[in-house]
């Protein structure tokens, strides 16, 4: 069974930085493409960033702030976010996909960029 469970999320001030983290378990991060989604109320669920093999893509909304960064040792995708900003302000999802197309979802986690 595959799950992936998100976390560092929180409140932060415009300009500022902030981690997620994604643990995944049952599938391996570095055999599979792994993406990060965000989503506000509303509206629907936007790719941010993509890990695969050894390539790295970005939405060009968060392209030079943001990182998408595996650990294959402990299995575990991050996403390094600087210079947030308002517009940040969304729930954060971890994906993954299997070789037989299968998505898996983590819940979700909140990320709020406020002065």
């Known amino acids: 069974q595959v799950q992936l469970v998100e976390s560092g999320g929180g409140l932060v001030q415009p300009g500022g930085s902030l981690t997620l983290s994604c643990a995944a378990r049952g599938i391996t991060f570095s055999a599979v493409s792994a993406r990060w989604f965000r989503q506000t109320p509303g509206k629907q669920r936007d790719l941010v960033a993509t890990?695969?093999?050894?390539?790295?893509d970005y939405a060009d909304s968060i392209k030079g702030r943001f990182a998408i960064v595996r650990d294959d040792v402990i299995n575990t995708l991050y996403l390094q976010m600087n210079n947030l900003k308002t517009d940040d302000t969304a729930v954060y999802f971890c994906?993954?996909?299997?070789?037989?197309?299968?998505?898996?979802w983590g819940k979700g986690i909140l990320v709020t960029v406020s002065p």
């Open positions: 994906s993954t996909m299997d070789d037989a197309g299968v998505d898996y």
């Open positions: 890990s695969r093999g050894g390539t790295t």
